[in-house]
């Protein structure tokens, strides 16, 4: 068989250090390099003189990791199928669809998992991961880039191919697309490049927010992990693999670190809410660059980021299925972050719900909104995270225990969510009727829900064609607000059923001047207002009803209401939300949020130039043009789950299995 390899002679970048906090006070210096090559809409990055020439390390211990070079290889592509990845408006790229082959011509690992027992991870002195190697070619160097070699030749400018020059490549047909950005995709791409945050020489990631006018930025010039997934989407759906392989590398350094609030230390697994290039002062007048993370112990309310460790296996799997790098997934110290993930989220405790019991804020909603316990948004990712997980666990002798787990609680949590989540006509009216005080194992009530709660604004509300998953379940309360960014994920990663998935974007459909008004999307519907915001919210200035997370309008949403669109075939209804944004933004200098029932004003605090509303606007543009693109990143049905039960009810003769009766209502 005839092989193509390439030998890539890459050049290793002098990595810096992390900063581990100590007793003594340090002081720091902020160091921030980038200029942006606007003709191209492509990084020039440049790398500082005050950057330290040293072998990777981590402070705080003794162990020294020297760089190392890698050769790699790539499968026969002339049987592949061609698919087109555009670089920019003028990019021609001849790519074959050999994303099965790529796995097999991986390099394998041996995962370190205890066979009895998935939650023991193997470390071994002390760090849970091997030394972040984070490889890159420079520009003037003539060889492919580790995406692009995996993924095969690109050519900007327009220029031609002689497919002679294609070692195996007969047969590929090379697409072209000229297409000319508008000018506010224009300004989109130069803020996006402008937001990209160096360290030691290559992009990590992209602050919060980059406006120029903000004299105190607080931590909007951090690198947020949520706030940097449209982001790392946008510049992946461009071909721009790099800043996203070294966000994801360091995040999972800064993973195992020690965290300690009031001398208690959370789960080893917990990754940062956002880090922090500083640069420290050292001997004869140089600077070293570190990361500094923050774990949530000076985040408002000190909550830990439930969501960041889910949206980072969310970001891991993306990567791999747009760029075809699947090495990435498969490193030692990346299959071990994983699963220190997931020894967080499945470990055992006091509750008796297959969803994720958290605190208030520990979401994008973080600050306190009365979303404690079971909210539907971390339920979503939650499922998200387990389904991409099982795609990327090396299965052997070490990880089936935890595989087996992860089948297990999808399962469940399929079921729960479908079943106790959904709300619409008949279901609200079946709830209506409820009796309570059932002490049964086959009560019809089983969380005890007084019918007083249904709000009266959800009677008229509530479509007669659409339904939709309630925000929140615990034992005798549902909250029955419209939570958008559960919602839609749960269309994203078919947490729900095609038929709720359906009915979700009909609700939408049909209360677009409440859900979208004049700025999608809303974060919630309806606000807290008088007695329930001051008792809820603790009277937050900042969540004042139709503000900010209390109802406000956040065009980052844009994007994953365009990939639930697109996953359920209703695109014109993206197009119609995207065509309101494109109207607004621009002039409105890219707010983090609006205000208002009808998201007329800008938000009173929202900080202008917010780069995931400028990420989640090019997202939304790049998928609609690149359905095959947006295929990649949601899931559908996976009806193994459905077919059987792990809860062995059925063979106990005590009592009936509730998923085996639903059974005809799952499966829809």
Same mark, same amino acid.
């Given at each position: 068989?005839?092989?193509?390899?390439?030998?890539?002679?890459?050049?290793?970048?002098?990595?810096?250090?992390?900063?581990?906090?100590?007793?003594?006070?340090?002081?720091?210096?902020?160091?921030?390099?980038?200029?942006?090559?606007?003709?191209?809409?492509?990084?020039?990055?440049?790398?500082?003189?005050?950057?330290?020439?040293?072998?990777?390390?981590?402070?705080?211990?003794?162990?020294?990791?020297?760089?190392?070079?890698?050769?790699?290889?790539?499968?026969?592509?002339?049987?592949?199928?061609?698919?087109?990845?555009?670089?920019?408006?003028?990019?021609?790229?001849?790519?074959?669809?050999?994303?099965?082959? *790529?796995?097999?011509?991986?390099?394998?690992?041996?995962?370190?998992?205890?066979?009895?027992?998935?939650?023991?991870?193997?470390?071994?002195?002390?760090?849970?991961?091997?030394?972040?190697?984070?490889?890159?070619?420079? &520009?003037?160097?003539?060889?492919?880039?580790?995406?692009?070699?995996?993924?095969?030749?690109?050519?900007?400018?327009?220029?031609?191919?002689?497919?002679?020059?294609?070692?195996?490549?007969?047969?590929?047909?090379?697409?072209?697309?000229?297409?000319?950005?508008?000018?506010?995709? &224009?300004?989109? %791409?130069?803020?996006?490049?402008?937001?990209?945050?160096?360290?030691?020489?290559?992009?990590?990631?992209?602050?919060?927010?980059?406006? #120029?006018?903000?004299?105190?930025?607080?931590?909007?010039?951090?690198?947020?992990?949520?706030?940097?997934?449209?982001?790392?989407?946008?510049?992946?759906?461009?071909?721009?693999?790099?800043?996203?392989?070294? *966000?994801?590398?360091?995040?999972?350094?800064?993973?195992?670190?020690?965290?300690?609030?009031?001398?208690?230390?959370?789960?080893?697994?917990?990754?940062?809410?956002?880090?922090?290039?500083?640069?420290?002062?050292?001997?004869?007048?140089?600077?070293?660059?570190?990361?500094? #993370?923050?774990?949530?112990?000076?985040?408002?309310?000190?909550?830990?980021?439930?969501?960041?460790?889910?949206?980072?296996?969310?970001?891991?799997?993306?990567?791999? &299925?747009?760029?075809?790098?699947?090495?990435?997934?498969?490193?030692?110290?990346?299959?071990?972050?994983?699963?220190?993930?997931?020894?967080?989220?499945?470990?055992?405790?006091?509750?008796?719900? #297959?969803?994720?019991?958290?605190?208030?804020?520990?979401?994008?909603?973080?600050?306190?909104?009365?979303?404690?316990?079971?909210?539907?948004?971390?339920?979503?990712?939650?499922?998200?995270?387990?389904?991409?997980?099982?795609?990327?666990?090396?299965?052997?002798?070490?990880?089936?225990?935890?595989?087996?787990?992860?089948?297990?609680?999808?399962?469940?949590?399929?079921?729960?969510?479908?079943?106790?989540? %959904?709300?619409?006509?008949?279901?609200?009216?079946?709830?209506?009727?409820?009796?309570?005080?059932?002490?049964?194992?086959?009560?019809?009530?089983?969380?005890?829900?007084? #019918?007083?709660?249904?709000?009266?604004?959800?009677?008229?509300?509530?479509?007669?064609?659409?339904?939709?998953?309630?925000?929140?379940?615990?034992?005798?309360?549902?909250?029955?607000?419209? *939570?958008?960014?559960?919602?839609?994920?749960?269309?994203?990663?078919?947490?729900?059923?095609?038929?709720?998935?359906?009915?979700?974007?009909?609700?939408?459909?049909?209360?677009?001047?409440?859900?979208?008004?004049?700025?999608?999307?809303?974060?919630?519907?309806?606000?807290?207002?008088?007695?329930?915001?001051?008792?809820?919210?603790?009277?937050?200035?900042?969540?004042?009803?139709?503000?900010?997370?209390?109802?406000?309008?956040?065009?980052?949403?844009?994007?994953?209401?365009?990939?639930?669109?697109? &996953?359920?075939?209703?695109?014109?209804?993206?197009?119609?939300?995207?065509?309101?944004?494109?109207?607004?933004?621009?002039?409105?200098? %890219?707010?983090?949020?609006?205000?208002?029932?009808?998201?007329?004003?800008?938000?009173?605090?929202?900080?202008?130039?917010?780069?995931?509303?400028?990420?989640?606007?090019?997202?939304?543009?790049?998928?609609?043009?690149?359905?095959?693109?947006?295929?990649?990143?949601?899931?559908?049905?996976?009806?193994?789950?459905?077919?059987?039960?792990?809860?062995?009810?059925?063979?106990?003769?005590?009592?009936?299995?509730?998923?085996?009766?639903?059974?005809?209502?799952?499966?829809?």
């Amino acid at each position: 068989m005839n092989t193509i390899s390439i030998i890539g002679n890459s050049t290793m970048k002098p990595s810096c250090r992390f900063l581990i906090s100590t007793k003594n006070p340090v002081f720091f210096k902020r160091h921030h390099s980038l200029t942006s090559n606007l003709s191209g809409n492509q990084f020039n990055f440049y790398k500082t003189k005050q950057f330290l020439t040293c072998p990777f390390r981590i402070l705080g211990f003794k162990t020294i990791f020297n760089e190392s070079r890698k050769s790699f290889c790539v499968p026969n592509i002339s049987s592949g199928q061609p698919r087109l990845i555009a670089r920019d408006s003028r990019a021609v790229s001849v790519v074959a669809s050999v994303a099965s082959q *790529f796995r097999e011509f991986s390099t394998s690992v041996e995962t370190r998992v205890n066979d009895k027992n998935f939650e023991r991870i193997f470390v071994q002195n002390g760090i849970s991961v091997k030394p972040l190697v984070v490889e890159r070619i420079d &520009k003037d160097e003539n060889v492919l880039g580790d995406e692009e070699s995996r993924l095969g030749v690109l050519v900007d400018d327009g220029e031609s191919v002689n497919r002679e020059d294609l070692d195996g490549g007969q047969g590929v047909e090379i697409v072209i697309t000229k297409r000319e950005e508008s000018d506010i995709e &224009k300004e989109a %791409w130069k803020l996006l490049n402008d937001a990209v945050v160096m360290y030691c020489g290559s992009p990590v990631g992209t602050v919060a927010a980059n406006d #120029p006018g903000d004299k105190m930025p607080l931590n909007y010039d951090q690198v947020f992990v949520r706030d940097f997934v449209p982001s790392a989407l946008a510049f992946l759906l461009r071909g721009e693999g790099e800043i996203v392989k070294n *966000f994801l590398l360091h995040a999972l350094q800064l993973q195992s670190w020690e965290k300690t609030v009031d001398c208690y230390s959370p789960g080893q697994g917990l990754m940062p809410a956002s880090f922090k290039v500083r640069t420290v002062p050292l001997d004869d007048n140089k600077l070293e660059e570190v990361l500094d #993370p923050d774990f949530g112990e000076s985040a408002i309310g000190r909550v830990a980021p439930v969501d960041s460790g889910l949206w980072w296996i969310i970001l891991l799997r993306a990567y791999g &299925k747009l760029t075809g790098d699947y090495a990435l997934q498969e490193r030692v110290d990346v299959q071990t972050g994983i699963k220190l993930i997931l020894n967080l989220c499945l470990a055992d405790g006091f509750d008796m719900f #297959p969803s994720l019991l958290v605190t208030d804020g520990s979401c994008m909603i973080d600050r306190r909104m009365g979303i404690h316990g079971h909210p539907l948004e971390i339920q979503a990712l939650f499922y998200s995270a387990l389904r991409s997980s099982r795609e990327m666990l090396v299965v052997n002798d070490g990880s089936k225990n935890l595989v087996r787990a992860i089948n297990n609680r999808l399962s469940a949590l399929s079921f729960h969510i479908r079943e106790y989540y %959904w709300v619409d006509m008949r279901k609200i009216n079946e709830i209506y009727r409820y009796k309570t005080e059932e002490y049964s194992t086959e009560a019809t009530n089983k969380f005890n829900i007084y #019918p007083e709660q249904i709000p009266s604004w959800l009677m008229d509300w509530i479509p007669e064609e659409g339904g939709y998953l309630i925000g929140n379940l615990q034992p005798a309360h549902m909250d029955f607000r419209f *939570f958008t960014l559960g919602n839609l994920w749960s269309v994203v990663s078919s947490l729900g059923t095609p038929k709720q998935n359906e009915a979700i974007l009909n609700v939408i459909e049909s209360k677009w001047d409440d859900l979208v008004g004049n700025m999608p999307l809303k974060i919630c519907y309806p606000a807290l207002e008088s007695e329930d915001w001051r008792i809820i919210t603790g009277s937050d200035p900042k969540n004042t009803p139709w503000s900010y997370h209390n109802g406000g309008s956040w065009p980052t949403l844009l994007w994953q209401f365009t990939l639930a669109c697109m &996953k359920m075939d209703r695109m014109e209804l993206a197009k119609k939300a995207i065509a309101l944004a494109e109207k607004r933004l621009q002039v409105d200098h %890219w707010p983090e949020y609006y205000d208002t029932r009808s998201g007329k004003f800008i938000g009173k605090q929202s900080r202008l130039y917010q780069t995931w509303t400028v990420a989640g606007f090019l997202t939304s543009k790049v998928l609609l043009e690149n359905p095959e693109k947006a295929s990649l990143l949601f899931w559908d049905e996976d009806y193994d789950l459905l077919e059987f039960c792990v809860c062995g009810l059925n063979t106990s003769g005590r009592k009936r299995c509730s998923r085996v009766a639903a059974r005809s209502q799952i499966l829809v």
